[in-house]
């Protein structure tokens, strides 16, 4: 199994920055695949951004050139640089992990409010 931690939310104004930190523990050599997710208030959780465990990524279209994901190995950590913050990005954010046997582990949730 796989524990994520996520942390570093909070509110910020637009325009500003943040960064999440996601912990992961647990089988650490099983996982193929990490990504932040978010979820609105009263909306779907959608993807905002994926690395492989090959070091490729991708992002959604709203968070392109404001958002970068990055991993430190050697801390076992899931990282989400936000710039360039909106309102819009108000949600609250996951840390998804997907394990070579197909299973996906989420952490609790970190919410990010940004003011205008």
């Known amino acids: 199994q796989v524990q994520l931690v996520e942390s570093g939310g909070g509110l910020v104004q637009a325009g500003g920055s943040l960064r999440l930190s996601c912990a992961a523990s647990?089988?650490?050599?099983?996982?193929?695949?990490l990504g932040w997710y978010r979820q609105p208030p009263g909306e779907q959780r959608d993807v905002v951004a994926e690395i492989t465990c090959g070091g490729t990524t991708n992002y959604a279209d709203s968070v392109k050139g404001r958002f970068t994901i990055s991993r430190d190995n050697a801390k076992n950590t899931l990282y989400l640089q936000m710039n360039s913050l909106k309102p819009e990005d108000t949600a609250v954010y996951y840390c998804n992990a997907i394990v070579t046997w197909g299973a996906s582990y989420w952490g609790q949730g970190t919410q990010v409010t940004v003011s205008s």
């Open positions: 647990g089988t650490i050599s099983s996982i193929n695949a």
